[in-house]
């Protein structure tokens, strides 16, 4: 989240689109009540009347798989009426703020001028040859002065500036289209846009709630830059009740990707080495980004320092300057290859991956084409794996239709306690790492995670000492010193990073250096976990994220700087210098979150919350004072973003499987995605029904915690498939009845659920009918059914290789 | 004392159902989920709502109701649960006293003097109650929600003694614990006069906001509920009698049938007395001669 949950309560409007806090994020619910109980409104977007609708104060259902088209239709309605309504907006904030005024290379052409593809592209349309899906980027840039500075017209009135790109772009997305698109009434589409547009008033907050129904596409990272886009327009970033909020569906998910656990990023969301960078500075010129601006910050300037402090983390004493700090240690990717999970199932496969350690996920239940992910664990040699509970992954050879005797998979349970089994740290979706304890002791054998990962290092480093093997000094010189059994404190104090020489701890990422003089083990929690002396009245004292003091914060919007400690710095609303005008003052005075004081300090400072890159504003000292939005090269927020795989702003392409061509141009799907089974692809003759996935309330993930509850599995006993009325009827299936769920994949069997809350779209003069189906299901545990992963494709988004689990083609039938 | 009280806020439920489980859970309702091969004993039957019906060991369950006007759909959420009447037409019927007010106003009862006659469950007016008969001890017992107020359970009433000794501490928070697990907080318990206000409130701010059908339910019904409802249509809509009585059957059994026993039970007394003084009076007679 750029903001945290409880500051949901401050916004004017919320809108929960691709997620579904009533259900999969009860707690949270009470923020939304509250920021209705101030007059807040709520919009729920959704292709079926869930929970969250049923307290919205809008709802617009719209097909599984066309969020760039329905927030491109958004788009173009806050571009038309900034024109014919510029008092109802922000434009300094616009202007100053984003890249809406920077001039691109004229030679760049936006999709609508080519048929639904960006200037680049190596292939045809619908190009099928995966050599040639990919972009070059040479007219994704930048019009450059003399000087390497970006040109800019503050007017926005050249036509190669990005506000003007942007109108080019998004002028097809008429609300017409987009019902013909989407399936969304005109009406209920005008009025989505009308209230959220509504925040884009200079004082005013709208906040986008999302959270797997926005990621799980083909087009997955389009959405949320789509999304970034709209609430640029709107001056919604960076602002009390503003911000893009992920909403994390499990406890440390967000901890999770904050250290590296995807294949594409290290610790501190720093770039995965390959096997290019044969040297720390080869790596750090690939990924150290650049700027010639003076008033950008260019924050990440800074890799050098991090990367540093993370290779002294890592290898202690063995990294130093003569051997480059140890970077040849490091394991790196093969260029051009993906590491994926669809990718790492792929190579089970083929018989490439041998052995597999699932630590604490049920890939046979969670997986996308989850009968293709257990076929791929009974080729592996071993697998190990780590949970609570018995589960299908562990027990796949236990599988419907799995002989056994022909299963030579070697299986390792490793039993693994609970959350309240184990001291450590949990980072919510807030980006609060919050300290907890021990509360009980685990049953029987089962230990918690860092103590097996403790075991298992300490005896790789002993084997690797004694018998050598293939880049052994990564494992042989890795500094790990936890103790046998291990303190977690001590790994919580490695990351938050220390002093080398003297051993103390580093106060925030701002003190770490590039010459080896300072170790952190992730850069973005650095100040986490401080000297004793510096924070003595926290409960663990020095352990900032142990604290639990709720004094409200200086200007009482509901920050409570003392609990807990969020990344980065303690700052709880990121990119918060664009919440205040040129002269430091804020644009909401009932909801400031910080404001310039020129009586602080000599030359004055900010009150409020922890300032994004403390500098001047820019009005006061334009010298000084640094662009708002320090995490870009060019320190202002992008409408125009170079780095995505698949362009620089967001073009509808139609899901992997879909029912209907695609209305907005001749290219069908994502131009870039990797096909990894074309001989799996569902047609809409034999498969004309959107399929989507979805958990509910009462079960949690693969299900293997709440499978085993007999409060849950009573109240949700079944796997269901819900569809409308008028399909129900077309298909003779009556409510409670046994059927049939098949896609190109596999098939389930599931129970139906017949609603009113489910209807067919109307789309194009055509009626196209989606049914929802659970995933929680497997073969073990005290409640079993079908997963509805059997249905899913191996297909992943082209920028994160994310599954589209959200939208694909099935058919139904009455099961007989 | 005064009387306390639950105020559910339909507007606010997400039917989450965290009342639901945590009501079986504190309750001790969870051991008896029966259980089938592998599974528990409830299907899908085509509905979130699930068990299908309040039971022994279901004192509170939500119902979900899908309603459809002007095209426009909506689903309604409701807590079905003792709505502790002042005028409790299950204590009106009950034979023995087994079933009560307690001095904080909710009705209670006494498991060990229940004979399970089910006279209560026909006369509730919310159909709360439930009791079955055991096939095999043919002992029959009474269950619903005692606002957690159960000897041994007592949250409310509980002194710090007791929950220093019970390895469940809640945090010393006197509510009931589907109060306490309420994650939108459509659920509030309190002194009833406060939560009455509390609730008006509400009403007043729903309807300012355009929803004119808006009311509290339970202020006045049945001389008062214990369990107040903010709702944002008709009672009717989210399935609640709109004019709860208590059956005239109940009336008279406790006002004239009940009082009326005791008067020909006395007056049986009174008449084998008579016939004792009289027959002895007799004998001394017979004596005499």
Same mark, same amino acid.
């Given at each position: 989240?750029?903001?945290?949950?409880?500051?949901?309560?401050?916004?004017?409007?919320?809108?929960?689109?691709?997620?579904?806090?009533?259900?999969?994020?009860?707690?949270?619910?009470?923020?939304?009540?509250?920021?209705?109980?101030?007059?807040?409104?709520?919009?729920?977007?959704?292709?079926?009347?869930?929970?969250?609708?049923?307290?919205?104060?809008?709802?617009?259902?719209?097909?599984?798989?066309?969020?760039?088209?329905?927030?491109?239709?958004?788009?173009?309605?806050?571009?038309?009426?900034?024109?014919?309504?510029?008092?109802?907006?922000?434009?300094?904030?616009?202007?100053?703020?984003?890249?809406?005024?920077?001039?691109?290379?004229?030679?760049?052409?936006?999709?609508?001028? $080519?048929?639904?593809?960006?200037? #680049? &592209?190596? +292939?045809?349309?619908?190009?099928? !040859?995966?050599?040639?899906? =990919? /972009?070059?980027?040479?007219?994704?840039?930048?019009?450059?002065?003399?000087?390497?500075?970006?040109?800019?017209?503050?007017?926005?009135?050249?036509?190669?500036?990005?506000?003007?790109?942007?109108?080019?772009?998004?002028?097809?997305?008429?609300?017409?289209?987009?019902?013909?698109?989407?399936?969304?009434?005109?009406?209920?589409?005008?009025?989505?846009?009308?209230?959220?547009?509504?925040?884009?008033?200079?004082?005013?907050?709208?906040?986008?709630?999302?959270?797997?129904?926005?990621?799980?596409?083909?087009?997955?990272?389009?959405?949320?830059?789509?999304?970034?886009?709209?609430?640029?327009?709107?001056?919604?970033?960076?602002?009390?009740?503003?911000?893009?909020?992920?909403?994390?569906?499990?406890?440390?998910?967000?901890?999770?990707?904050?250290?590296?656990? $995807?294949?594409?990023?290290?610790? #501190? &969301?720093? +770039?995965?080495?390959?096997?290019? !960078?044969?040297?720390?500075? =080869? /790596?750090?010129?690939?990924?150290?980004?650049?700027?010639?601006?003076?008033?950008?910050?260019?924050?990440?300037?800074?890799?050098?320092?991090?990367?540093?402090?993370?290779?002294?983390?890592?290898?202690?004493?063995?990294?130093?300057?003569?051997?480059?700090?140890?970077?040849?240690?490091?394991?790196?990717?093969?260029?051009?290859?993906?590491?994926?999970?669809?990718?790492?199932?792929?190579?089970?496969?083929?018989?490439?991956?041998?052995?597999?350690?699932?630590?604490?996920?049920?890939?046979?239940?969670?997986?996308?084409?989850?009968?293709?992910?257990?076929?791929?664990?009974?080729?592996?040699?071993?697998?190990?794996?780590?949970?609570?509970?018995?589960?299908?992954?562990?027990?796949?050879?236990?599988?419907?239709?799995?002989?056994?005797?022909?299963?030579?998979?070697?299986?390792?349970?490793?039993?693994?306690?609970?959350?309240?089994?184990?001291?450590?740290?949990?980072?919510?979706?807030?980006?609060?790492?919050?300290?907890?304890?021990?509360?009980?002791?685990?049953?029987?054998?089962?230990?918690?995670?860092?103590?097996?990962?403790?075991?298992?290092?300490?005896?790789?480093?002993?084997?690797?000492?004694?018998?050598?093997?293939?880049?052994?000094?990564?494992?042989?010189?890795?500094?790990?010193?936890?103790?046998?059994?291990?303190?977690?404190?001590?790994?919580?104090?490695?990351?938050?990073?220390?002093?080398?020489?003297?051993?103390?701890?580093?106060?925030?990422?701002?003190?770490?250096?590039?010459?080896?003089?300072?170790?952190?083990?992730?850069?973005?929690?650095?100040?986490?976990?401080?000297?004793?002396?510096?924070?003595?009245?926290?409960?663990?004292?020095?352990?900032?994220?142990?604290?639990?003091?709720?004094?409200?914060?200086?200007?009482?919007?509901?920050?409570?700087?003392?609990?807990?400690?969020?990344?980065?710095?303690?700052?709880?609303?990121?990119?918060?210098?664009?919440?205040?005008?040129?002269?430091?003052?804020?644009?909401?005075?009932?909801?400031?979150?910080?404001?310039?004081?020129?009586?602080?300090?000599?030359?004055?400072?900010?009150?409020?919350?922890?300032?994004?890159?403390?500098?001047?504003?820019?009005?006061?000292?334009?010298?000084?004072?640094?662009?708002?939005?320090?995490?870009?090269?060019?320190?202002?927020?992008?409408?125009?973003?170079?780095?995505?795989?698949?362009?620089?702003?967001?073009?509808?392409?139609?899901?992997?499987?879909?029912?209907?061509?695609?209305?907005?141009?001749?290219?069908?799907?994502?131009?870039?995605?990797?096909?990894?089974?074309?001989?799996?692809?569902?047609?809409?003759?034999?498969?004309?029904?959107?399929?989507?996935?979805?958990?509910?309330?009462?079960?949690?993930?693969?299900?293997?915690?709440?499978?085993?509850?007999?409060?849950?599995?009573?109240?949700?006993?079944?796997?269901?498939?819900?569809?409308?009325?008028?399909?129900?009827?077309?298909?003779?299936?009556?409510?409670?009845?046994?059927?049939?769920?098949?896609?190109?994949?596999?098939?389930?069997?599931?129970?139906?659920?017949?609603?009113?809350?489910?209807?067919?779209?109307?789309?194009?003069?055509?009626?196209?009918?989606?049914?929802?189906?659970?995933?929680?299901?497997?073969?073990?545990?005290?409640?079993?059914?079908?997963?509805?992963?059997?249905?899913?494709?191996?297909?992943?988004?082209?920028?994160?290789?994310?599954?589209?689990?959200?939208?694909?083609?099935?058919?139904?039938?009455?099961?007989? | 004392?005064?009387?306390?009280?639950?105020?559910?806020?339909?507007?606010?439920?997400?039917?989450?159902?965290?009342?639901?489980?945590?009501?079986?859970?504190?309750?001790?309702?969870?051991?008896?989920?029966?259980?089938?091969?592998?599974?528990?004993?409830?299907?899908?039957?085509?509905?979130?709502?699930?068990?299908?019906?309040?039971?022994?060991?279901?004192?509170?369950?939500?119902?979900?109701?899908?309603?459809?006007?002007?095209?426009?759909?909506?689903?309604?959420?409701?807590?079905?649960?003792?709505?502790?009447?002042?005028?409790?037409?299950?204590?009106?019927?009950?034979?023995?006293?087994?079933?009560?007010?307690?001095?904080?106003?909710?009705?209670?009862?006494?498991?060990?003097?229940?004979?399970?006659?089910?006279?209560?469950?026909?006369?509730?007016?919310?159909?709360?109650?439930?009791?079955?008969?055991?096939?095999?001890?043919?002992?029959?017992?009474?269950?619903?929600?005692?606002?957690?107020?159960?000897?041994?359970?007592?949250?409310?009433?509980?002194?710090?003694?007791?929950?220093?000794?019970?390895?469940?501490?809640?945090?010393?928070?006197?509510?009931?614990?589907?109060?306490?697990?309420?994650?939108?907080?459509?659920?509030?318990?309190?002194?009833?006069?406060?939560?009455?206000?509390?609730?008006?409130?509400?009403?007043?701010?729903?309807?300012?906001?355009?929803?004119?059908?808006?009311?509290?339910?339970?202020?006045?019904?049945?001389?008062?509920?214990?369990?107040?409802?903010?709702?944002?249509?008709?009672?009717?809509?989210?399935?609640?009698?709109?004019?709860?009585?208590?059956?005239?059957?109940?009336?008279?059994?406790?006002?004239?049938?009940?009082?009326?026993?005791?008067?020909?039970?006395?007056?049986?007394?009174?008449?084998?007395?008579?016939?004792?003084?009289?027959?002895?009076?007799?004998?001394?007679?017979?004596?005499?001669?």
């Amino acid at each position: 989240m750029t903001n945290h949950w409880g500051d949901i309560a401050n916004s004017d409007v919320v809108m929960a689109l691709g997620g579904n806090p009533a259900e999969n994020h009860p707690a949270a619910f009470n923020f939304i009540t509250q920021a209705k109980d101030r007059g807040a409104k709520l919009i729920s977007v959704d292709p079926r009347f869930t929970r969250t609708s049923a307290k919205a104060d809008l709802y617009a259902p719209i097909r599984s798989g066309t969020d760039v088209a329905f927030v491109g239709g958004m788009i173009k309605y806050v571009l038309d009426d900034i024109e014919a309504n510029p008092a109802n907006y922000n434009l300094i904030y616009i202007t100053e703020y984003t890249n809406a005024a920077y001039l691109v290379n004229p030679g760049f052409k936006v999709a609508a001028e $080519l048929e639904g593809l960006f200037s #680049g &592209y190596a +292939g045809a349309l619908n190009e099928t !040859d995966g050599a040639k899906k =990919k /972009y070059d980027k040479a007219t994704w840039a930048y019009q450059l002065d003399d000087k390497g500075v970006p040109k800019k017209d503050k007017t926005l009135k050249d036509p190669n500036c990005v506000f003007q790109v942007l109108k080019k772009q998004y002028a097809r997305y008429t609300p017409e289209k987009i019902t013909a698109i989407c399936g969304t009434p005109v009406a209920a589409f005008l009025e989505v846009c009308q209230t959220f547009a509504s925040t884009g008033r200079t004082g005013k907050a709208g906040v986008i709630l999302y959270a797997m129904g926005t990621t799980q596409h083909t087009n997955g990272s389009e959405n949320i830059r789509a999304y970034s886009i709209l609430q640029l327009l709107l001056g919604n970033m960076g602002v009390s009740g503003g911000g893009i909020d992920a909403m994390r569906g499990e406890s440390n998910v967000q901890g999770s990707t904050d250290f590296g656990l $995807l294949f594409d990023s290290i610790p #501190g &969301y720093l +770039g995965m080495f390959t096997d290019a !960078d044969v040297s720390r500075q =080869k /790596y750090l010129d690939r990924v150290t980004p650049k700027n010639s601006d003076p008033t950008s910050a260019n924050w990440l300037s800074n890799y050098p320092k991090y990367i540093t402090s993370l290779l002294k983390a890592w290898y202690g004493d063995a990294a130093n300057k003569d051997n480059d700090f140890g970077f040849h240690n490091l394991p790196k990717l093969e260029t051009g290859k993906n590491y994926s999970w669809i990718s790492l199932f792929e190579a089970m496969q083929t018989g490439n991956i041998k052995g597999l350690l699932a630590w604490g996920q049920n890939p046979a239940v969670g997986g996308p084409n989850s009968n293709g992910e257990r076929q791929a664990l009974a080729k592996l040699d071993w697998l190990v794996a780590s949970d609570l509970w018995m589960t299908e992954t562990m027990e796949f050879w236990k599988a419907p239709g799995v002989d056994s005797s022909k299963v030579n998979t070697e299986v390792f349970v490793l039993p693994a306690r609970g959350s309240f089994e184990k001291e450590g740290s949990v980072t919510n979706s807030s980006r609060w790492m919050q300290w907890r304890y021990k509360a009980a002791d685990g049953p029987g054998e089962a230990e918690d995670d860092l103590w097996m990962i403790n075991k298992l290092m300490l005896k790789l480093k002993e084997l690797y000492a004694s018998e050598g093997g293939p880049n052994a000094g990564a494992i042989v010189n890795m500094n790990w010193n936890y103790g046998d059994p291990p303190d977690v404190r001590q790994v919580a104090k490695e990351i938050n990073g220390y002093d080398t020489t003297t051993g103390k701890q580093i106060d925030g990422f701002a003190n770490l250096k590039d010459d080896g003089t300072t170790a952190c083990g992730e850069w973005v929690y650095c100040g986490s976990y401080v000297e004793p002396d510096k924070e003595p009245d926290a409960p663990v004292p020095g352990n900032r994220a142990s604290r639990r003091d709720l004094t409200p914060d200086q200007f009482n919007i509901g920050l409570y700087p003392k609990w807990a400690w969020s990344w980065p710095v303690n700052r709880r609303i990121i990119y918060n210098r664009a919440a205040v005008d040129l002269n430091g003052e804020p644009w909401d005075k009932e909801h400031p979150v910080i404001k310039w004081n020129p009586t602080k300090g000599e030359t004055g400072g900010w009150d409020g919350d922890i300032v994004d890159g403390n500098y001047p504003p820019l009005a006061i000292d334009p010298v000084k004072s640094r662009y708002p939005f320090i995490m870009t090269a060019e320190g202002v927020a992008r409408l125009f973003a170079q780095g995505m795989a698949d362009g620089p702003m967001p073009e509808f392409y139609e899901p992997w499987e879909s029912p209907v061509p695609n209305q907005m141009s001749g290219q069908q799907s994502n131009p870039i995605c990797k096909v990894w089974r074309p001989a799996e692809h569902g047609e809409a003759d034999k498969f004309p029904i959107v399929g989507t996935t979805y958990r509910v309330c009462e079960h949690w993930q693969a299900g293997q915690m709440t499978r085993n509850m007999p409060w849950l599995v009573e109240m949700q006993p079944e796997p269901f498939v819900e569809m409308s009325e008028e399909l129900a009827q077309e298909k003779g299936i009556d409510n409670g009845d046994s059927v049939i769920v098949a896609s190109a994949r596999g098939q389930v069997t599931m129970k139906a659920v017949v609603t009113k809350r489910f209807k067919p779209f109307k789309m194009n003069g055509r009626t196209v009918h989606e049914v929802g189906v659970l995933w929680h299901w497997g073969y073990t545990g005290l409640s079993t059914g079908d997963s509805g992963n059997i249905l899913t494709p191996h297909i992943g988004d082209a920028n994160t290789m994310i599954p589209e689990y959200k939208a694909f083609l099935v058919n139904i039938s009455k099961k007989v | 004392m005064a009387d306390k009280a639950i105020l559910y806020d339909a507007t606010r439920c997400t039917a989450c159902r965290g009342c639901q489980a945590a009501c079986k859970q504190w309750n001790g309702n969870d051991e008896v989920i029966p259980t089938v091969a592998n599974s528990v004993g409830t299907i899908n039957r085509g509905s979130y709502e699930n068990p299908p019906d309040l039971s022994p060991q279901t004192w509170l369950k939500m119902r979900f109701t899908e309603v459809e006007s002007d095209g426009k759909v909506g689903w309604l959420f409701t807590r079905q649960a003792c709505m502790h009447c002042t005028d409790a037409a299950c204590v009106r019927v009950c034979p023995n006293g087994t079933l009560y007010h307690n001095a904080l106003g909710f009705v209670a009862y006494n498991k060990d003097t229940c004979t399970g006659c089910g006279y209560c469950v026909d006369a509730c007016p919310f159909s709360v109650p439930r009791s079955t008969r055991n096939i095999l001890t043919g002992v029959a017992k009474m269950d619903k929600c005692t606002a957690c107020t159960t000897q041994g359970l007592n949250r409310i009433e509980a002194t710090d003694a007791e929950i220093d000794a019970t390895s469940l501490s809640w945090a010393g928070e006197r509510v009931p614990a589907c109060v306490k697990t309420c994650p939108p907080k459509a659920l509030m318990y309190g002194e009833r006069a406060d939560l009455v206000a509390v609730g008006k409130q509400r009403v007043q701010a729903l309807q300012a906001k355009g929803k004119a059908q808006a009311n509290l339910y339970g202020e006045t019904e049945l001389g008062g509920l214990h369990v107040i409802y903010v709702l944002d249509d008709s009672p009717a809509v989210y399935g609640l009698p709109v004019s709860p009585q208590v059956p005239p059957a109940a009336i008279a059994w406790k006002d004239v049938i009940q009082p009326l026993g005791w008067f020909v039970g006395g007056l049986t007394i009174l008449g084998l007395g008579m016939n004792w003084l009289v027959a002895r009076a007799n004998a001394k007679k017979e004596a005499v001669k």
